[in-house]
């Protein structure tokens, strides 16, 4: 538990959170967190031990680009797909922003944190998700997790790590087979999103946007690099951008994602449609 916290508190961002990193070490140590809630943007979710949960208790800003790309891509009565939906910072706007008649499909592989995800879904009040706790891969079968103290960063991996489950695995093209149309999904699967691709090319087809963290390291760990997952996404017609802020995408190059740690690109099949209709400069 004391790595656990010592991680998790480290995640706030700036000096000026040193007192909300000290009331959130205790609050998880003693677990008098589960009595809390965050609140972040226009929703609210349970404070479970959990590394995002601690993140947003110190910063309730923390990923507020997740929160932004979701909320604007997103129209009443879409479809949005979530893999690796954690403890729901992303499914619950995105839940929020398709209203009663949209459709929001969310998986994640840890039990414990599936559990946690599904608690917020129902705090929330929302009856339009979807959850299924199970990895995503390039097929049907079971894989190994990871079941490392920082959980937002738990990916498959061999069963060589000293910590780990086994969890079913299923692709999103048998999940999702009879879905016609996804206006967004979101894939953050700490390196192993062309495993993803791979089982996903026809529901990618019919995807008009994909949101996706790009991390040299952790595709790494696969065998993979940054320029073969661009390529694999602009080959399946969509055009790659890095979100310089609110306002502005720039096309996306391979140089710089390289020398960034990781970074959230957005690839879209009609840039420009998406640029007039949300008032976005595109370079």
Request: net charge positive.
């Amino acid at each position: 538990m004391r790595n656990f916290v010592t991680k998790v508190i480290a995640r706030a961002r700036t000096p000026r959170h040193t007192g909300k990193r000290l009331w959130a070490m205790f609050l998880i140590r003693t677990r008098l967190c589960n009595l809390l809630t965050i609140q972040i943007q226009d929703y609210r979710i349970k404070f479970h031990p959990a590394a995002i949960s601690g993140a947003f208790f110190v910063d309730p800003n923390d990923r507020v680009q997740d929160y932004v790309v979701i909320r604007r891509q997103l129209r009443p009565g879409d479809t949005y797909v979530d893999v690796g939906a954690n403890v729901g910072t992303t499914v619950i706007p995105a839940a929020m922003a398709v209203g009663p008649q949209g459709k929001v499909y969310a998986y994640e592989p840890h039990p414990r944190i599936a559990f946690f995800l599904q608690e917020n879904i129902i705090f929330n009040g929302l009856t339009n998700v979807t959850v299924k706790q199970c990895a995503i891969d390039k097929a049907r079968g079971e894989v190994f997790l990871t079941d490392a103290s920082m959980d937002d960063t738990n990916s498959i991996a061999d069963r060589s790590q000293p910590k780990g489950i086994s969890v079913r695995a299923y692709s999103l093209d048998e999940l999702l087979l009879d879905v016609n149309e996804i206006a967004l999904m979101k894939v953050d699967v700490e390196g192993a999103e062309l495993r993803v691709i791979a089982g996903a090319r026809a529901t990618i087809m019919k995807t008009q946007a994909l949101y996706i963290e790009v991390s040299k390291s952790a595709l790494g760990k696969f065998g993979n690099t940054v320029p073969e997952l661009i390529e694999n996404i602009t080959a399946m017609g969509y055009t790659v951008y890095r979100i310089v802020n609110h306002h502005t995408l720039r096309e996306v190059s391979i140089d710089g994602l390289l020398a960034k740690t990781h970074s959230n690109v957005l690839a879209l099949r009609q840039p420009l449609e998406f640029a007039h209709r949300h008032g976005i400069d595109l370079g």
